[in-house]
């Protein structure tokens, strides 16, 4: 029979110090202070503006640690080097930006297990991950001190696949993209609500303008 984890005291639990993400400007606003380790769940419908904030997100996150995209879905092709164009990464930026062609999740987690001061991953999208919930929370036991940012497509407003929908019920953070913003719903909030993030102004003047016609 396993050996029961010791129990936590209020006391212990209340002078718990948790290492913070300091992120600034308008992804403080939307995110607050979110925690090491843990999933950001991203959602929301194609053309929306998903890939331009997860990069515009990773841009941020490099300020802080190593940065790992797999792009499971679109892959190192020539749309995801125009958008990363888009985001004039300056040469620091650059270097702590990686990205995986495709690359079958197998793979990568035996990559994770051998890189050093990585702390953020990009899963990319989580439809064409081809896991399962137990290798989701297998991949978080093996790496506490990464947060993974999973993308996922959406059928109407709901996540598609009965394992996007169980990570984005995990996940610390919740986030939907319509009209080029993206709305935050997490754990830490208490139901409070946060500054939607503006992806693309001119995007989403248009879009949220034409839905009060």
């Not at 989580?126 to 001190?145: G, H, I, L, R, S």
């Not at 993308?151 to 953070?173: C, F, M, T, W």
């Amino acid at each position: 029979m396993a050996k029961l984890r010791k129990a936590i005291s209020v006391d212990q639990l209340l002078s718990t110090k948790f290492i913070e993400i300091p992120l600034t400007g308008r992804f403080r606003e939307l995110l607050g202070r979110p925690e090491e380790g843990g999933t950001i769940f991203i959602k929301g419908k194609s053309g929306h503006g998903k890939t331009t904030f997860i990069l515009q997100l990773c841009k941020e996150f490099s300020k802080f640690g190593k940065v790992l995209y797999n792009s499971l879905e679109e892959g190192a092709r020539k749309s995801m080097q125009e958008a990363v164009l888009e985001q004039n990464l300056t040469k620091d930026e650059a270097k702590r930006i990686n990205f995986l062609h495709r690359e079958p999740m197998p793979e990568m987690r035996r990559r994770l297990k051998k890189s050093r001061g990585l702390r953020f991953v990009v899963i990319d999208s989580v439809q064409y991950a081809f896991m399962t919930a137990k290798d989701y929370k297998e991949m978080q036991a093996e790496n506490p001190k990464i947060k993974f940012i999973i993308n996922s497509h959406v059928l109407g407003k709901n996540a598609v696949g009965s394992l996007a929908r169980y990570i984005e019920y995990d996940a610390d953070q919740k986030i939907d993209v319509e009209g080029f913003k993206a709305f935050s719903r997490s754990r830490a909030s208490r139901g409070k609500l946060t500054t939607p993030y503006v992806i693309w102004h001119e995007g989403a003047e248009n879009y949220w303008n034409d839905l009060k016609l």
